[in-house]
């Protein structure tokens, strides 16, 4: 009989080596291990230092945002950062884009200066025309005992040098923005922009005058409570940087100030208002929510005011 020299087939099985195959080993727990570790330290660095929502300022970018917790927990162990705490106070109402810049921006600032701060957006949701000062009452208001001063502060503008002193004005109420380095505002009379006054100060203007509706003007009116106060005014001294020392974000072509005069406002925008302010604020806090904006904390306050019509019917665009 003949037979075939062909040799049946036969199937070869290479041995799979990959590292998930196979039995479970001490070195495969080990290294999955490392890899977990690994990955969770970097997500950890950045979103601690903002890489992962970074917002562009200008040329640059937001400055690495330190981790909340461990600024807090380093502010309450060391004695530099001072006994005072700031209530930084942020009049606001539909300007979200500049806020995503200003709260992480002004969180950085503060913490490289050892100032403790908390951050408040007194956001209007009513149907009135907005009002600036009345907003700035209810931040006062609403901001606890563990701050004992303020910062009057317009959301557009960002402190660009270092120098620039946000701590405690034990002195008397301290214009930041002065006239001489603001980059739009340059009268002598000018309190706008970025002030600073204890609580106490602020508390014997009584406030500011809920008078104004729309925009311009409360600023103006509050320069005089601080004479009729007795309070000396101070501003910074040898700042070199002239009208470059802040960034105004504010864009006037896209985003238009409410300007109008109605009715008798127009006369009435530069009277004295000798016993509104605190004392006849009328308010109502709809909600309270506690945010965080590129790791920055922030207290965000939604307010509907009152308008007295007969009083003031300006508080309503005809």
């Not at 490392?34 to 992962?52: A, E, K, R």
């Not at 945002?65 to 209530?87: N, Y």
């Not at 200003?102 to 100032?115: A, E």
């Not at 007194?122 to 025309?129: E, F, G, P, T």
Request: overall charge positive.
């Amino acid at each position: 009989m003949m037979y075939s020299s062909r040799r049946k087939p036969v199937l070869y099985f290479k041995e799979d080596r990959r590292f998930w195959s196979g039995k479970c080993t001490v070195y495969k727990l080990f290294g999955l291990c490392m890899v977990l570790v690994l990955v969770s330290l970097l997500w950890l660095q950045l979103s601690c230092t903002g890489d992962m929502s970074r917002v562009a300022v200008d040329d640059g970018r937001i400055p690495h945002q330190p981790c909340p917790l461990e600024r807090q927990a380093s502010a309450a162990d060391d004695p530099s950062w001072g006994p005072h705490k700031l209530a930084l106070l942020i009049p606001f109402r539909e300007r979200f884009e500049e806020l995503l810049v200003f709260v992480p921006f002004m969180h950085t600032f503060l913490n490289n200066k050892k100032i403790l701060h908390k951050i408040f957006v007194i956001n209007q949701m009513d149907h009135y025309r907005f009002n600036r000062a009345s907003l700035i009452n209810v931040g006062y208001t609403e901001s606890g005992n563990d701050t004992d001063y303020i910062a009057m502060h317009d959301v557009d503008l960002l402190p660009l040098n270092e120098a620039l002193d946000y701590g405690f004005p034990e002195e008397g109420p301290f214009h930041v923005a002065s006239p001489e380095l603001h980059p739009l505002y340059h009268y002598k009379t000018y309190v706008g922009g970025i002030l600073l006054l204890t609580k106490q100060h602020y508390h014997m203007c009584n406030g500011m005058s809920n008078r104004f509706w729309g925009w311009g003007r409360e600023d103006d009116e509050f320069y005089r409570r601080l004479r009729t106060a007795g309070l000396q005014l101070f501003r910074p001294s040898e700042i070199k940087t002239g009208y470059k020392t802040f960034r105004h974000i504010h864009d006037p072509a896209w985003r238009k100030r409410d300007q109008k005069r109605v009715a008798a406002q127009k006369q009435e925008q530069f009277k004295v208002d000798p016993e509104g302010g605190l004392t006849n604020l009328q308010y109502k806090v709809e909600s309270r929510q506690e945010l965080t904006i590129s790791g920055a904390p922030v207290t965000v306050l939604n307010i509907k005011l009152e308008c007295d019509t007969d009083k003031t019917p300006w508080c309503l665009l005809n």
